[in-house]
């Protein structure tokens, strides 16, 4: 029987609600494009799900909290990369691969990068009962903000 627990059959996982705190804190978030309905963070006026596709809206003028599906990133960096400039603010939560291509064309020189200490703690959102688990891999934010 397979272990969930280390599972990485899914790509949707939960953010740290105590980092998501203190990020919301600073920034304010007033969208979140890769919500689900199993886990929606608190103080965000509009989420959209999957079935949404929040790749497909308008993120003007939201402050926007991305934590996508990895198994997409570079879509997702492209689109907050494309909707720099029509939102107030995109904050980009990501692993810390900075060898990638999608990493220099979409976020490098054009983003504030603030790398995280330490492995942040992730929950699958198919099963918010789970216990969360450590990424195996650093993390980063990405700043976008309209200019």
Partial sequence: MENKRFSSNTDEWGSPLDKFAQWNQEFKFTLDPCGTKARLLPDIATTYTKKDN????????????????YSDIKTWCKKCYDERNNAELIVLLMFARTDTSYFHEYINNIAEVRFIRGRLKFFPTEHPDMKMTGATFASILCIYRRR
Avoid: C
Avoid at 54 to 69: C, E, I, M
């Fill in 54 to 69: 929040g790749l497909t809206k308008n993120w003007k003028d939201h402050r926007v909290f991305v934590n996508p599906p």
